[in-house]
């Protein structure tokens, strides 16, 4: 394919792409294919001879779209959102076309300075304390990572590091293999799976810390375990604080935690991959405040915020505490500006050493909607969720599981497990919406969380009056078998 036939097929492509969303409510949200669907659809090996690209473009809706998920359908309320937007999607393609891999800023400067501005834009938008950004001569800065799974995993091994210098100069008979055997990081009970897997990365024991009722950790309880952890010569070196847990949405108590974390010389994150977008808006910025405690921080732009995947930002106060635990300088990646002080090398910050160019698609998203445009985008999913919510507290049938903040609902039938699990086999069979379920303590919770750029209000009428009907048809089924047993 030479230029003159990439404009042209590039064109179809962005027509193709813009159909595909501007109709995609036309296309069933979750897809009827059964696993091994895919094989036997196309050759099984590579092709000798080059084909046309007519021929690889007919083949998209015949073998792809039948088994893809539709995130982007207003009918799509799993998980929590997957942002797009069209300027994210534009500036997708500038990165394609530019390729550079950004490991250092010699490798190529824009893409790191771009970068580090934009982490400052995006870190003044939700109020940050000063000490996160990276300025002209701050100590701390951001960086786009590519989840908030790595953000936790990259923060872990950083704090890992730093206790186990801070241990060895106290106690200098202390082996590295003494300390990290006894080293302990924690998390709530509500914490995402991701928090887990880094301890079992990092080699280091993990335990929970018990949620209150509104499935929040507070201070009491994190101190309890902490001081019997001490008690029994173990290290607690890391805490993982959640705002907005995958569940339920609910926010740890920061300005408990925090002050405990420092007294105790523990290194707090604060994971706030879904929520972190909604503290643009001046009415949801409290939900950070204890941040200033924190050592780093990390929200997902990629989830709520229309940049699409993969951005996850990442603040940290000292960037000296990543870089002391990662920095390699083998003579090729080396260049004459590093020492200067004026540059930031992101390979030091990272798990990988390649990058995209991310920040790209942020500065498109940030300067075509601004910061309004993007307040408004939250605050519409929000309304929503509550219009649904209301809804749900009309039907007594029906119960509300967790305090709705933000953009997800939880609820169920009130019943039992098997009655919830049996609804949500019926809503995801028939296939007009998609949800997935959580556990909230031994309560089995269906959640609907508004997640397209598109969906409407008669989207969430829709939504409801289809599981109120599944539910209705699901009741009558229930009580006869109940009355034949």
Same mark, same amino acid.
């Given at each position: 394919?030479?230029?003159?036939?990439?404009?042209?097929?590039?064109?179809?492509?962005?027509?193709?792409?813009?159909?595909?969303?501007?109709?995609?409510?036309?296309?069933?949200?979750?897809?009827?294919?059964?696993?091994?669907?895919?094989?036997?659809?196309?050759?099984?090996?590579?092709?000798?001879?080059?084909?046309?690209?007519?021929?690889?473009?007919?083949?998209?809706?015949? $073998?792809?779209?039948?088994?893809?998920? @539709?995130?982007?359908?207003?009918?799509?309320?799993?998980?929590?959102?997957?942002?797009?937007?069209?300027?994210? +999607?534009?500036?997708?393609?500038?990165?394609?076309?530019?390729?550079?891999?950004?490991?250092?800023?010699?490798?190529?400067?824009?893409?790191?300075?771009?970068e580090t501005v934009m982490l400052d834009w995006l870190g003044k938008m939700i109020n940050?304390?000063?000490?996160?950004?990276?300025?002209?001569?701050?100590?701390?800065?951001?960086?786009?990572?590519?989840?908030?799974?790595?953000?936790?995993?990259?923060?872990?091994?950083?704090?890992?590091?730093?206790?186990?210098?801070?241990?060895?100069?106290?106690?200098?008979?202390?082996?590295?293999?003494?300390?990290?055997?006894?080293?302990?990081?924690?998390?709530?009970?509500?914490?995402?799976?991701?928090?887990?897997?880094?301890?079992?990365?990092?080699?280091?024991?993990?335990?929970?810390?018990?949620?209150?009722?509104? !499935?929040?950790?507070?201070?009491?309880?994190?101190?309890?375990?902490?001081?019997?952890?001490?008690?029994?010569?173990? %290290?607690?070196?890391?805490?993982?604080?959640?705002?907005?847990?995958?569940?339920?949405?609910?926010?740890?108590?920061?300005?408990?935690?925090?002050?405990?974390?420092?007294?105790?010389?523990?290194?707090?994150?604060?994971?706030?991959?879904?929520?972190?977008?909604?503290?643009?808006?001046?009415?949801?910025?409290?939900?950070?405040?204890?941040?200033?405690?924190?050592?780093?921080?990390?929200?997902?732009? @990629?989830?709520?915020?229309?940049?699409?995947?993969?951005?996850?930002?990442?603040?940290?106060?000292?960037?000296?505490?990543?870089?002391?635990?990662?920095?390699?300088?083998?003579?090729?990646?080396?260049? @004459?500006?590093?020492?200067?002080?004026?540059?930031?090398?992101?390979? @030091?910050?990272?798990?990988?050493?390649?990058?995209?160019?991310?920040?790209?698609?942020?500065?498109?998203?940030?300067?075509?909607?601004?910061?309004?445009?993007?307040?408004?985008?939250?605050?519409?999913?929000?309304?929503?969720?509550?219009?649904?919510?209301?809804?749900?507290?009309?039907?007594?049938?029906?119960?509300?599981?967790?305090?709705?903040?933000?953009?997800?609902?939880?609820?169920?039938?009130?019943?039992?497990?098997?009655?919830?699990?049996?609804?949500?086999?019926? %809503?995801?069979?028939?296939?007009? $919406?998609? +949800?997935?379920?959580?556990?909230?303590?031994?309560? !089995?919770?269906?959640?609907?969380?508004?997640?397209?750029?598109?969906?409407?209000?008669?989207?969430?009428?829709?939504?409801?009056?289809? %599981?109120?009907?599944?539910?209705?048809?699901?009741?009558?089924?229930w009580e006869q078998n109940h009355h034949q047993q």
């Amino acid at each position: 394919m030479d230029a003159a036939e990439f404009r042209k097929r590039g064109k179809e492509m962005v027509d193709y792409i813009a159909d595909y969303l501007e109709k995609i409510d036309e296309r069933q949200v979750f897809p009827d294919v059964e696993p091994g669907y895919l094989r036997p659809l196309i050759a099984d090996c590579a092709p000798q001879n080059p084909e046309t690209f007519e021929d690889v473009f007919k083949d998209i809706e015949k $073998i792809i779209m039948p088994g893809v998920t @539709h995130w982007h359908s207003p009918y799509f309320f799993a998980y929590f959102p997957a942002a797009s937007s069209f300027p994210a +999607l534009l500036a997708d393609m500038l990165c394609g076309g530019i390729g550079c891999v950004g490991f250092s800023w010699a490798a190529s400067p824009a893409c790191t300075e771009l970068e580090t501005v934009m982490l400052d834009w995006l870190g003044k938008m939700i109020n940050l304390p000063e000490e996160f950004l990276a300025g002209k001569d701050g100590h701390g800065g951001g960086v786009i990572q590519g989840s908030a799974s790595e953000a936790t995993l990259i923060s872990l091994l950083a704090a890992r590091t730093k206790t186990i210098r801070r241990v060895q100069s106290e106690k200098p008979e202390l082996t590295e293999a003494d300390i990290m055997g006894r080293l302990v990081a924690y998390a709530s009970d509500q914490a995402h799976s991701s928090v887990e897997r880094a301890a079992l990365i990092g080699g280091v024991k993990i335990k929970n810390v018990s949620s209150d009722d509104t !499935f929040s950790v507070c201070g009491s309880a994190l101190k309890k375990v902490l001081d019997e952890d001490k008690a029994s010569g173990l %290290i607690p070196f890391f805490f993982c604080a959640t705002l907005g847990t995958t569940p339920c949405c609910s926010f740890d108590k920061l300005l408990e935690l925090g002050p405990i974390c420092n007294k105790e010389n523990i290194w707090m994150h604060i994971d706030a991959a879904y929520a972190g977008s909604a503290f643009i808006c001046p009415e949801f910025r409290h939900l950070l405040n204890g941040v200033e405690f924190a050592d780093s921080f990390n929200f997902n732009p @990629h989830k709520w915020l229309l940049v699409n995947f993969d951005c996850s930002a990442m603040w940290v106060k000292k960037r000296s505490d990543l870089t002391g635990a990662f920095k390699l300088e083998p003579l090729y990646l080396q260049h @004459h500006h590093q020492e200067s002080g004026l540059v930031t090398d992101y390979r @030091h910050w990272q798990i990988p050493l390649g990058r995209r160019f991310r920040s790209l698609k942020l500065w498109f998203v940030l300067r075509m909607y601004g910061v309004t445009g993007l307040q408004e985008h939250i605050r519409k999913h929000v309304r929503l969720s509550h219009q649904f919510e209301h809804l749900v507290r009309q039907d007594e049938r029906f119960e509300i599981c967790a305090e709705v903040i933000l953009g997800l609902v939880c609820f169920r039938l009130k019943g039992s497990n098997e009655l919830n699990e049996a609804l949500l086999k019926s %809503i995801n069979a028939a296939k007009k $919406i998609h +949800l997935v379920p959580c556990h909230l303590r031994e309560k !089995f919770v269906l959640r609907f969380a508004i997640c397209s750029r598109t969906v409407e209000s008669t989207h969430i009428k829709f939504a409801w009056q289809h %599981i109120s009907q599944l539910a209705t048809d699901l009741l009558k089924t229930w009580e006869q078998n109940h009355h034949q047993q």
